[in-house]
């Protein structure tokens, strides 16, 4: 235990090691039953009630109002790639039954690879045009590469679309939406289509709980894996306004596609999150990462923790960048707090190599860059502390001296 490395990857990623040790003592006997908590019955009422103080963590932590239901399914964020076609175009044929595929339209937010699968997946299920409503790539310094949110005037929305998607923080291109809605790079909220709810859906997988989510109420879906800032793999948290939990099968009916039973979220929604068999140690574990939260002080605790965090990282690169030591890959008002993506340009060949050799050896782990982009990045979510990036702002410094 003592051996443990800070880790610093994008996910899965870092828990808090106070967790950690609860949840061992959870996997032998779960809250006295005798019981490991991988091998209790998800309908035993030790864990139904589990479940029902994860999900009001989730609520006043959240601050989710009254018409959203919290659901927890499976599949991750690529799961709900689909599922929000799915259900949202479900949704779109009960309103407009007549309108032809060519008529309906959904709508995509490019900021990063995320989005950009999540727009693939849709084009590939069909059922409705997908209009892309910016590509951040043609407002790049490289024209081709995600480097930062376009300006409000760049974005298109379609008249009445099925869904409008955006992924709130890129976590591999390191690209986020601010959460101050006077910034440039916040989400253009003024600028979406007048008349009836929004279909607002955002993926929130890689900053969910990491700080509010700016006009909640107006979403019809927010999801997001857990594994960032909740806890393991193989849970899906899903924040859904109840017009879109609606009877897929009466708009298949009516010629929507069918949605897969796990995936209708009127199914999981009506059945409690337990229409079938639940991750139930994922649960468990994000259960206790919350109630941890929650001691802490909650999301306000968090956001300003991670807020200053973020800064320390940034202010330390960008005196390096300013000497040529780094390069920032993202356009400043646009950077992650929670994945920071740079190039290392000195010293030497191999820069970044040496600088991932040289942190590791100070226990310092996870700091590749994803594949396709390459690069470092470094992921600050909830359980890295503020110690543990003091301690890597002082190594990116320290590689700009003389010496290093
Ligand atoms: N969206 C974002 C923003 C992500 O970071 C990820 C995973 N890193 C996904 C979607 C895909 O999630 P999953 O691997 O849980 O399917």
């Given at each position: 235990v003592?051996?443990r ?7 899965p990623s870092a828990l808090p090691e106070s967790v950690l040790e609860e949840a061992c003592k959870g996997l032998l006997n779960f809250q006295g039953t005798g019981i490991g908590i991988a091998e209790i019955s998800h309908r035993s009422k030790e864990f139904t009630s589990l479940l029902a103080d994860l999900e009001n963590n989730i ?13 927890f399914?499976q ?134 709980m ?16 857990a594994q960032?800032n909740v806890g393991p793999a193989g849970l899906t948290i ?35 999150s337990l229409?079938?068999t639940p991750s139930t140690l994922s649960i468990y574990i994000a259960h206790l990462v919350l109630e941890r939260s929650k001691k802490l ?85 909830n359980a ?21």
């Amino acid at each position: 235990v003592n051996q443990r490395a800070v880790n610093f990857g994008a996910g899965p990623s870092a828990l808090p090691e106070s967790v950690l040790e609860e949840a061992c003592k959870g996997l032998l006997n779960f809250q006295g039953t005798g019981i490991g908590i991988a091998e209790i019955s998800h309908r035993s009422k030790e864990f139904t009630s589990l479940l029902a103080d994860l999900e009001n963590n989730i609520r006043t932590q959240l601050d989710v109002p009254l018409t959203h239901k919290i659901i927890f399914t499976q599949g991750g964020g690529t799961g709900q790639f689909s599922a929000v076609v799915l259900n949202m175009l479900a949704r779109h044929r009960l309103l407009h039954p007549n309108l032809s595929d060519e008529q309906r339209v959904m709508d995509y937010v490019l900021t990063g690879s995320w989005s950009k699968k999540a727009a693939a997946e849709a084009k590939r299920l069909g059922g409705a045009s997908v209009h892309t409503v910016v590509d951040a790539r043609t407002k790049s310094i490289d024209s081709k590469s995600f480097d930062g949110i376009p300006a409000h005037a760049d974005f298109d929305f379609s008249v009445d679309p099925a869904l409008i998607y955006y992924c709130e923080n890129e976590t591999v291109d390191g690209v986020q939406f601010s959460n101050d809605e006077t910034s440039p790079a916040s989400f253009p909220f003024h600028l979406l289509p007048t008349g009836g709810l929004w279909p607002l859906v955002a993926d929130y997988s890689s900053s969910f709980m990491s700080r509010k989510i700016p006009r909640i109420a107006d979403h019809a879906v927010i999801f997001a894996g857990a594994q960032k800032n909740v806890g393991p793999a193989g849970l899906t948290i899903l924040i859904v306004r109840q017009d879109c939990i609606v009877d897929v099968d009466a708009a298949a009916q009516l010629g929507a596609t069918p949605v897969p039973i796990t995936m209708s979220y009127k199914t999981i929604a009506d059945a409690g999150s337990l229409y079938n068999t639940p991750s139930t140690l994922s649960i468990y574990i994000a259960h206790l990462v919350l109630e941890r939260s929650k001691k802490l002080g909650g999301i306000e605790y968090f956001e300003s923790v991670n807020k200053r965090k973020a800064q320390r990282v940034y202010a330390a690169l960008r005196e390096g960048a300013d000497r040529g030591f780094y390069h920032l890959k993202v356009k400043e008002g646009s950077g992650s707090w929670m994945n920071i993506v740079f190039n290392v340009l000195k010293n030497g060949d191999d820069a970044e190599s040496k600088f991932l050799i040289g942190a590791e050896a100070l226990g310092m782990k996870g700091l590749k860059g994803h594949r396709s982009v390459g690069g470092i990045r470094i992921s600050l979510y909830n359980a890295i502390t503020e110690e543990q990036t003091d301690n890597l702002v002082a190594y990116i410094k320290g590689w700009t001296t003389p010496e290093s």
